[in-house]
């Protein structure tokens, strides 16, 4: 008989880092239940996965309490058998300074990166705990949590919470086997700069131009090896760039 396959919950399966974890994981043989609101991206990939590993998709709006409600419940055989929550599902909206902010884009970022990460977090708890020992939680946390940049504003404090959020997790599922960890990628070529820009795609052309960002993929390397490494470890943040990223020195405003 074969070993059964261990099982992967993704969200925001549909584009960049998401989507490079979905094809690593699947890669690594494991089955994985992928979820985000297009579907007809999550049906592509269950066309491109799907024959070497057991996939089940479901359309999700993280900000759906009632939708993740029913995702998890009705989890098909073998899916229920959750040992990894990769909580990726995430938005940054605008980079102007905050005295100009949408505030309705301040609370979709908070919607979905706080409200919804912790939404989908609690309601799979009980699956991960009965899974036990290798189970794990891996959070898709930012640089922009810890370092203030401007126009960073919600978006990064959505990501500091993450990364308190994930040390916290770790404390109360403490003895359950559950590992978790605040996956902190730095600046990665996705959609992400497009979404934050409104779709302004030449925006993200300029932004990424000249230089060698992360690749969605080598993040994913970095959850696939958190995620396989030995039961007794676990990584309480990784924080990855590229080479071409780092911080800059203090801005000081000086008397004329
Ligand atoms: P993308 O924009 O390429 O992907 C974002 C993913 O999140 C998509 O699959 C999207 O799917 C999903 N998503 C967004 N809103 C929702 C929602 N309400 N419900 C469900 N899914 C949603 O960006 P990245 O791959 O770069 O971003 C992935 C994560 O990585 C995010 O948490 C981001 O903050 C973080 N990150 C990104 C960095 C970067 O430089 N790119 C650096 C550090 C962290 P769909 O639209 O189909 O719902
Ligand atoms: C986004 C990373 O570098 O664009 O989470 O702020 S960066």
Redesign the pocket.
């Known amino acids: 008989m074969h070993e059964a396959k261990p099982i992967a919950f993704l ?9 490079a974890c979905a094809e690593a994981f699947a890669a690594a043989g494991w089955g994985l239940v992928l ?4 579907q007809a ?1 999550l049906d592509d990939l269950r066309q491109r996965l799907g024959a070497a590993v057991p996939i089940h998709v479901a359309a ?4 759906d309490r009632t939708a993740i409600e029913r995702v998890v419940d009705t989890l098909p055989e073998p899916f229920g058998n959750v040992r990894l929550l990769l909580n ?5 909206l605008g980079k102007g300074p905050a005295q100009d902010a949408d505030l309705d884009e301040w609370h979709t970022m908070i919607d ?2 706080i409200k ?1 990460l912790v939404t989908v977090t609690r309601l799979l708890l009980p699956r991960l705990i009965a899974h036990g020992e290798g189970a794990t939680i891996i959070n ?5 949590g810890h370092t203030p940049y401007p126009g960073g504003h919600v978006y990064g404090a959505s ?1 500091a919470f993450v990364e308190q959020f994930s040390y916290n997790l770790r404390c109360d599922v403490s003895g359950s086997g559950i590992r978790v960890t605040d996956l ?10 497009e ?1 934050r820009m409104k779709g302004d795609r030449d925006f993200a052309k300029r932004y990424y131009a000249g230089t060698r960002s992360l690749q ?1 993929a080598d993040v994913a390397a970095q959850a696939l090896h958190i995620a396989e490494l030995p039961p007794h470890v676990n990584i309480t943040r990784l924080e990855v760039t590229p080479l071409c990223q780092q911080w800059s020195a203090f801005t000081i405003l000086r008397d004329e």
């Open positions: 969200t925001g399966a549909t584009s960049g880092i998401g989507q979820t985000g609101r297009r991206r999700l709006d993280v900000t990726n599902a995430g938005v940054a979905t990166n919804g898709i946390g930012s640089i922009a990501k902190a990628p730095g600046m990665t070529v996705s959609e992400f700069t979404v969605p």
